[in-house]
């Protein structure tokens, strides 16, 4: 597999809360020199990189993000928000004590509102893999199916673990064909990207994909 493309499949991430416009300067740059799939930033940054790079970035923002529990309203005004500044993809977080609760039905409808508010973009589902079981991790697949989104993500990469090979498997067992699945955290190497593409992930998210592909340690996220 090609350095591109591996790198077209990567949405090269900067969501740590101490990062300043010059991370994201940096991050954007190299998107745009590597041709990653998007940038993924923190919202409060989407406009200033729509202002200042117009079209030649693809943005990715995260909502509900990284806990998850935010109540649905709150999460439509994030991305009504989100969608007014310029982004062009949506990394959700499902309310993960909901799932833990069992309320899955009102995870799929909370997951479905967002998904009508996105339209023709990309809305991606985190369901923070670690905090949950295999039946979990199932009823998930199918919700996010039954609501409609894209795709259906691993990790946060601020959970007690990222991505590992065998929720990838899981998921391609149980989740519709139009679901496409994205990877987050636990990819430090370039033999770790590809092999979570050749497992079947459309997308993975990691701030190290660079540094990766010249030999070096991903950070995990």
């Given at each position: 597999?090609t350095?591109e493309?591996?790198?077209?499949?990567?949405?090269?991430t900067?969501?740590q809360p101490?990062a300043?416009?010059?991370?994201i300067?940096k991050?954007?740059q190299?998107a745009?020199?590597y041709?990653t799939?998007s940038?993924?930033?923190?919202p409060?940054?989407?406009?200033?990189i729509k202002?200042t790079?117009k079209?030649k970035?693809t943005i990715?923002?995260v909502?509900?993000?990284?806990?998850?529990?935010?109540v649905t309203e709150?999460?439509v005004?994030?991305?009504r928000?989100?969608?007014?500044?310029g982004?062009?993809?949506?990394d959700m977080?499902?309310?993960?004590s909901?799932?833990k609760?069992?309320l899955y039905?009102k995870?799929e409808?909370?997951?479905?509102?967002?998904k009508e508010?996105?339209k023709?973009?990309?809305?991606?589902?985190?369901?923070?893999?670690?905090y949950?079981?295999?039946?979990?991790?199932?009823?998930m697949?199918?919700?996010?199916?039954?609501?409609?989104a894209?795709?259906i993500?691993?990790?946060?990469?601020?959970?007690?673990?990222?991505a590992?090979?065998?929720?990838?498997r899981?998921f391609?067992k149980?989740i519709?064909d139009k679901?496409k699945?994205k990877a987050?955290?636990?990819?430090r190497t370039?033999?770790?990207?590809?092999?979570?593409l050749?497992e079947?992930?459309d997308?993975?998210?990691?701030s190290s994909a660079i540094?990766?592909?010249?030999g070096g340690?991903?950070?995990?996220?």
């Amino acid at each position: 597999m090609t350095i591109e493309e591996i790198l077209s499949h990567v949405d090269h991430t900067q969501l740590q809360p101490y990062a300043v416009w010059e991370d994201i300067e940096k991050l954007c740059q190299e998107a745009i020199d590597y041709h990653t799939a998007s940038v993924c930033v923190p919202p409060t940054y989407i406009s200033r990189i729509k202002e200042t790079y117009k079209d030649k970035v693809t943005i990715c923002t995260v909502i509900g993000f990284p806990l998850g529990y935010s109540v649905t309203e709150a999460k439509v005004q994030e991305v009504r928000k989100a969608l007014e500044d310029g982004a062009d993809e949506i990394d959700m977080v499902v309310n993960i004590s909901d799932v833990k609760n069992g309320l899955y039905k009102k995870v799929e409808e909370e997951i479905r509102t967002l998904k009508e508010l996105c339209k023709e973009k990309i809305l991606k589902v985190i369901i923070e893999t670690c905090y949950l079981t295999e039946e979990e991790k199932i009823e998930m697949c199918k919700a996010v199916t039954k609501a409609g989104a894209d795709y259906i993500k691993t990790s946060t990469g601020f959970g007690t673990k990222g991505a590992d090979l065998e929720d990838i498997r899981l998921f391609k067992k149980h989740i519709g064909d139009k679901v496409k699945i994205k990877a987050a955290g636990g990819v430090r190497t370039r033999e770790d990207l590809e092999t979570f593409l050749e497992e079947g992930c459309d997308r993975i998210g990691t701030s190290s994909a660079i540094n990766m592909i010249k030999g070096g340690q991903g950070s995990g996220y």
